[in-house]
């Protein structure tokens, strides 16, 4: 299905006398282009469930739109409603509107087994995919805009400076790379800084619960300090005889430790 008939973004925006908001890390993305990428990247096919957070003015929720996905778009902001819903007409019942925020919004709201596709909103990113990887509601794939620095988090080898716990929790529940570079001119209004899109698939074979509940434990004590020797910053849950029974050398830092030696971490956690 194609919606190139629609009026550009950018005149709808204008028309409707709408503008981005500062305090709600809004930036939108007009590029089609760049919007039907994304959604190739996602690798959704026809007739696919979708979760979309942040879709304001419906630029990317159109390019999902038009790979066949069924999409379900969480939107705070009520001024894009009247946006989105005239997209839901032409949608034909494949566009469901959420009109919440979307750290609040429960799993029973949304459907199980449905991807996330979403240009995020700068101040929720965070937390919103921490709660994909731990939460109630754990999608079996996300292709994800963040700012650049955040991507680089994610997908960061040991020992650099963006590597930390985010990275230990995204890669040990999923499969994570950055798959697109957006230069902030692609976005209206500009950011300060670029962004990049991530595509997370969850591993077949990830922590069981009881070792994902240590792993943050132990990722929270190794980073909590990360300047420190883990034989410190670990004394809490077992310091040197922990790291020994992780087969891990205890003077080693938490920037130091690929995700595979936090799993033994958690794992030599639940042994003692």
């Given at each position: 299905?194609?919606?190139?008939?629609?009026?550009?973004?950018?005149?709808?925006?204008?028309?409707?006398?709408?503008?981005?908001?500062?305090?709600?890390?809004?930036?939108?993305?007009?590029?089609?282009?760049?919007?039907?990428?994304?959604?190739?990247?996602?690798?959704?096919?026809?007739?696919?469930?979708?979760?979309?957070?942040?879709?304001?003015?419906?630029?990317?929720?159109?390019?999902?739109?038009?790979?066949?996905?069924?999409?379900?778009?969480?939107?705070?902001?009520?001024?894009?409603?009247?946006?989105?819903?005239?997209?839901?007409?032409?949608?034909?019942?494949?566009?469901?509107?959420?009109?919440?925020?979307?750290?609040?919004?429960?799993?029973?709201?949304?459907?199980?087994?449905?991807?996330?596709?979403?240009?995020?909103?700068?101040?929720?990113?965070?937390?919103?995919?921490?709660?994909?990887?731990?939460?109630?509601?754990?999608?079996?794939?996300?292709?994800?805009?963040?700012?650049?620095?955040?991507?680089?988090?994610?997908?960061?080898?040991?020992?650099?400076?963006?590597?930390?716990?985010?990275?230990?929790?995204?890669?040990?529940?999923?499969?994570?790379?950055?798959?697109?570079?957006?230069?902030?001119?692609?976005?209206?209004?500009?950011?300060?800084?670029?962004?990049?899109?991530?595509?997370?698939t969850r591993r077949e074979w990830p922590p069981d619960e009881?070792?994902?509940?240590?792993?943050?434990?132990?990722?929270?004590?190794?980073?909590?300090?990360?300047?420190?020797?883990?034989?410190?910053?670990?004394?809490?849950?077992?310091?040197?005889?922990?790291?020994?029974?992780?087969?891990?050398?205890?003077?080693?830092?938490?920037?130091?430790?690929?995700?595979?030696?936090?799993?033994?971490?958690?794992?030599?956690?639940?042994?003692?």
């Amino acid at each position: 299905m194609s919606f190139e008939d629609l009026p550009p973004l950018r005149e709808s925006l204008a028309a409707a006398g709408l503008f981005a908001k500062k305090a709600l890390g809004q930036h939108f993305l007009f590029d089609l282009n760049i919007t039907r990428k994304i959604a190739r990247l996602a690798q959704i096919g026809l007739g696919e469930a979708v979760v979309e957070v942040g879709p304001g003015p419906g630029g990317l929720t159109r390019a999902l739109l038009e790979t066949g996905a069924r999409v379900v778009a969480i939107e705070k902001d009520r001024r894009f409603a009247p946006m989105l819903e005239a997209l839901a007409e032409r949608a034909g019942g494949r566009l469901v509107i959420i009109e919440a925020d979307a750290l609040g919004v429960g799993p029973d709201a949304l459907p199980p087994g449905a991807a996330v596709v979403a240009n995020l909103p700068y101040n929720i990113a965070t937390p919103l995919l921490i709660g994909w990887l731990v939460g109630p509601w754990r999608p079996p794939a996300m292709t994800l805009m963040f700012q650049k620095e955040v991507a680089e988090r994610i997908t960061a080898p040991p020992g650099g400076r963006d590597y930390g716990r985010l990275t230990v929790l995204a890669q040990a529940l999923c499969e994570a790379r950055q798959v697109l570079s957006v230069p902030a001119r692609a976005f209206t209004p500009a950011p300060n800084v670029d962004s990049a899109v991530v595509r997370l698939t969850r591993r077949e074979w990830p922590p069981d619960e009881a070792d994902l509940a240590r792993l943050q434990r132990v990722t929270a004590a190794a980073f909590g300090q990360r300047r420190k020797m883990l034989r410190a910053s670990l004394r809490p849950l077992g310091g040197e005889r922990l790291c020994a029974a992780a087969g891990l050398d205890p003077t080693l830092r938490a920037g130091d430790i690929e995700v595979g030696g936090y799993l033994a971490l958690a794992r030599a956690l639940g042994d003692a």
